[in-house]
């Protein structure tokens, strides 16, 4: 099955700054997903990567899925206290499984006012 | 559309009882997973439904937990008897072969089991 690595472990940023997490797998990965998790709320999925190289953007994120298929990043621009929280990456267990996902470790971001 | 129900919302017990949690996933979604997220890791899947029948169940502890699914809707997680290390939120979710691709998975707002 499919592991991923997820960096950093947690980040804290000054509002308004930049932040971007990674992910980073072994295999190639067929699929990624994203996924935001409010301190005590549960995971809201944001977006499905599925081809090499995909760039897709929701207004201050933008979601790279790397040439490879083994990487894909989530950069937010100009963070607001609003985007705190826990950002987890997710890859199917098996390649081409677009049904069953397994969750990197995430990344908490702090954001100070 | 109505989001994933999950009940009760928190639970404490003593170590060696029982405990069950409830979920009601998004009207006509056929997949169903349960999911394990202990404090400051990422979900871990435990059981994922099809229908009524059981898909993926290799990382449930089934010494102690148990799931069902009657009639495909509804589901049910048991743990029997816990531990101390069960002791974390456990997340409902589902999906359609439809709305995966778009909204991935929905998750419910989970129940958060500490056990003393």
């Known amino acids: 099955g499919q592991q991923v690595m997820q960096i950093p472990q947690y980040q804290h940023v000054q509002e308004g700054e930049d932040f971007t997490t990674y992910c980073n797998s072994s295999?190639?990965?067929?699929?990624i997903q994203w996924y935001k998790q409010r301190p005590g709320g549960h995971p809201v999925f944001l977006i499905q990567?599925?081809?090499?190289?995909e760039v897709k953007k929701q207004k201050r994120l933008t979601f790279q899925f790397g040439e490879a298929k083994k990487n894909s990043s989530l950069h937010i621009t100009a963070t607001q206290t609003t985007d705190v929280g826990t950002y987890f990456c997710?890859?199917?267990?098996?390649?081409?499984?677009?049904?069953?996902?397994?969750f990197g470790s995430g990344t908490k971001l702090n954001v100070k006012p | 559309e109505a989001g994933v129900a999950q009940s009760p919302r928190y639970k404490i017990i003593e170590k060696r009882q029982s405990v069950a949690f409830w979920c009601n996933p998004i009207?006509?979604?056929?997949?169903l997973y349960w999911y394990q997220q202990i404090l400051g890791q990422g979900p871990k899947l435990l059981i994922q439904f099809q229908n009524n029948g059981v898909v993926d169940d290799s990382q449930l502890p089934k010494d102690r937990f148990s799931a069902e699914r009657l009639k495909g809707v509804d589901s049910t997680l048991k743990i029997q008897p816990a531990k101390l290390e069960d002791s974390a939120v456990y997340l409902c979710?589902?999906?359609?072969?439809?709305?995966?691709?778009?909204?991935?998975?929905?998750f419910g707002s989970g129940t958060r089991l500490t056990v003393v």
């Open positions: 979710a589902s999906s359609s072969v439809r709305a995966r691709a778009n909204y991935g998975y929905t």
């Open positions: 990567l599925v081809k090499s190289g």
């Open positions: 009207s006509g979604h056929a997949t």
């Open positions: 295999t190639t990965l067929s699929n």
């Open positions: 997710a890859v199917p267990k098996h390649e081409y499984n677009f049904n069953k996902f397994y």
